[in-house]
């Protein structure tokens, strides 16, 4: 390909260019001017958000269903196309992590916080209010597990793995920097150079401002729950704020460490703590109920993931409105977190194989939370159905604690939940302030200690905003609002990571052409 040689030149100049381009400055600004408007207008921010959280939800649920239908079926593409032998990195480049330690880190960046909120009291939720039918049965009970596993299976690493993987490729195959705007120079060119490739990077900065936020208030109220059942601690806004506080104090000092020994350190420790809650709570419930009822989650979710995940329910308003609140929410979610954890795992998978990532990063969490919300969910509906607990009456960040009431070794299991949560709390907002330095910095793979800071206490003040204006429900709003433009780069960053991948194979093919005839004339 004549033209190949050129493009590569083209690519060495906008790496140079917009690396001097940086926009630190200016999310820096309007990131403050957010947290300004919710401490002076609360109410009014908590009503703009919820104005454009409904009409989102009514006018584009169908949207992201399609979407994040669609992200799966390209990951599943990728595992078994001729682009599969492709490496994320230069032809002699080695992981730079085993592979236990890069599941890890790509797992506790993924999904923590959320497991042990959720873990209990989305599957009870869904079991009291399901999507169909009657709360309460047995069918419920199965609904209940199916929509979790919905949830928090494929498509949501499906929509991480894709964003992932086009990071990977073009920084570590193609020298590109770590920006969301490189990843589409194959298909817009110059043009990410300018306004255009800064508006791109400014979308992926806010929404990992505000994905992450949810999380950390996620995080902060089941702290304040945990510390209610542990110590009688009163449970409201100002305790959760100083637990912001306390929080933000270690997870700066984490990052301040680097990524090789801060959050490799605490992603460690956060896997050997899961590990731990988990045969703990397995094997002091309901053992053979719940192996069993894995089983039979794993049978149900894989017959009906198609329906499920492009469900709308549009001749039932309560069905819509069950759908719209639960399963289009964590879409938003998930492709709102993408900027984060996609670049995060981008940044510890160099070296590894396209099929080797899409395998690893697609089926191996997905079964990990499929076991997780098994054992903790499956634990909690048992006690409801058999016992006649309500466990459902729980609010959300109490629910896990409630059911340890009624297990053995329940201080243990509460200490270690609560120590858990905020080692994940601190590995989220770590990783969350490296990449948002990232971002910000025309794409530096180690962004400075005072960027990181600055970081640091922006995010804390957005969730404490979001928090104070809305709770939860102001949390969701700003995750579902801004995802939806984001979903238009991811898109354009498949194409783009396809029109890449066909550039190497024609150059490798002509290559190889090349060599072929080359021999014969030499013979």
């Excluded at 104005?51 to 939800?57: H, I, R, S, Y």
């Excluded at 709570?281 to 995940?309: E, I």
């Excluded at 729980?394 to 629910?399: G, K, M, W, Y």
């Excluded at 804390?460 to 700003?478: D, K, N, R, W």
Aim: contains cysteine; positive net charge.
């Amino acid at each position: 390909m004549t033209g190949r040689p050129r493009n590569r030149k083209k690519e060495v100049s906008f790496i140079s260019k917009t690396a001097g381009k940086p926009i630190f400055k200016l999310s820096v600004v309007i990131a403050l001017v957010f947290v300004a408007i919710g401490v002076l207008m609360p109410d009014q921010l908590a009503s703009w958000m919820n104005g454009a959280q409904g009409f989102t939800l009514e006018s584009f649920g169908w949207y992201y269903q399609i979407v994040a239908t669609f992200f799966l079926v390209f990951a599943v593409f990728m595992i078994f196309s001729r682009y599969g032998k492709i490496k994320l990195g230069k032809e002699g480049d080695k992981p730079e992590y085993s592979r236990p330690t890069w599941f890890a880190m790509l797992f506790s960046a993924g999904m923590g916080i959320g497991l042990l909120f959720y873990g209990v009291s989305e599957p009870i939720a869904h079991f009291a209010v399901p999507p169909t039918g009657e709360g309460s049965t047995e069918g419920a009970a199965a609904l209940s597990m199916q929509y979790t596993w919905l949830h928090w299976g494929l498509h949501a690493w499906a929509i991480y793995a894709m964003v992932a993987l086009a990071l990977a490729y073009f920084k570590f195959k193609r020298g590109a920097p770590g920006l969301m705007s490189a990843t589409l120079y194959p298909v817009l060119g110059d043009k990410v150079k300018g306004p255009l490739g800064q508006t791109i990077d400014l979308v992926a900065v806010f929404a990992t401002l505000f994905g992450v936020a949810a999380s950390l208030g996620l995080g902060a109220q089941q702290i304040n729950g945990g510390l209610e059942y542990l110590v009688g601690m009163p449970n409201n806004f100002g305790v959760q704020m100083v637990i912001m506080l306390v929080i933000t104090g270690l997870f700066i000092l984490s990052a301040s460490t680097g990524i090789s020994k801060g959050i490799k350190y605490l992603s460690n420790v956060n896997m050997s703590l899961a590990g731990l809650l988990f045969i703990l709570v397995l094997f002091a419930g309901p053992t053979l109920f719940l192996m069993n009822l894995f089983s039979t989650n794993l049978g149900n979710y894989t017959a009906n993931l198609a329906q499920m995940g492009l469900q709308l329910s549009p001749f039932d308003s309560d069905e819509a409105a069950w759908t719209q609140g639960w399963t289009i929410f964590y879409w938003a979610w998930w492709i709102s977190w993408t900027p984060f954890v996609g670049m995060f795992i981008a940044r510890v998978s160099k070296g590894r194989t396209v099929r080797e990532f899409s395998v690893a990063v697609l089926l191996i969490p997905t079964l990990v939370c499929g076991l997780w919300f098994t054992v903790f969910g499956g634990t909690g509906i048992a006690l409801e159905m058999n016992q006649g607990l309500e466990v459902s009456a729980q609010s959300l960040e109490t629910a896990l604690f409630f059911v340890y009431q009624e297990l053995p070794l329940t201080a243990l299991l509460s200490i270690v939940t609560v120590a858990l949560i905020t080692t994940f709390f601190v590995t989220s907002a770590d990783s969350a302030t490296f990449v948002l330095g990232m971002q910000t910095t025309g794409g530096k793979l180690n962004p400075s200690t005072g960027v990181k800071i600055v970081w640091g206490l922006i995010l804390a003040a957005s969730t404490g905003v979001l928090m104070y204006s809305g709770g939860l429900a102001g949390l969701q709003a700003a995750i579902i609002v801004s995802a939806l433009p984001l979903t238009l780069v991811i898109l354009a960053m498949c194409y783009s990571t396809v029109k890449a991948f066909n550039e190497d194979l024609e150059a490798e093919q002509k290559a190889q052409q090349s060599r072929f005839h080359e021999k014969r004339k030499a013979s």
